[in-house]
């Protein structure tokens, strides 16, 4: 079993930068690679950034060239520093690790844009 922590959302202006952080505890040696979700209100959760520890990093479309993914292999963390916010970046931020038998959850932090 695997538990995720997740910490570092708030709100923020427009143009502003916030540091996700998550945290992975109990059988961390089972994972591999770590997401950042999102969920917008009324809309899909959508993916955000991928980090496999030892292997490439991504993010999607949407947010390149303001947000970055890093991670920390020993502790099985994970980052998202978000800079250049705009309102559409308001969501839920989720933390996920998919593993060879199971996806894992973070209970999600709240990521607010607002003038």
């Known amino acids: 079993q695997v538990q995720l922590v997740e910490s570092g959302g708030g709100s923020v202006q427009p143009g502003g930068s916030l540091r996700l952080s998550c945290t992975a505890s109990?059988?961390?040696?089972?994972?591999?690679?770590m997401q950042w979700y999102r969920q917008p209100p009324g809309k899909e959760r959508e993916l955000v950034a991928t980090?496999?520890?030892?292997?490439?990093?991504s993010v999607e479309d949407s947010v390149m060239g303001r947000f970055t993914i890093s991670g920390d292999a020993i502790r099985r963390a994970v980052f998202l520093e978000m800079g250049s916010l705009k309102l559409e970046d308001t969501a839920v931020y989720y933390c996920?690790?998919?593993?060879?038998?199971?996806?894992?959850w973070g209970q999600g932090t709240q990521v607010t844009v607002s003038s």
């Open positions: 996920n690790a998919p593993t060879w038998n199971k996806q894992y």
């Open positions: 980090i496999t520890f030892g292997g490439p990093s």
């Open positions: 109990g059988d961390i040696f089972s994972i591999n690679t």
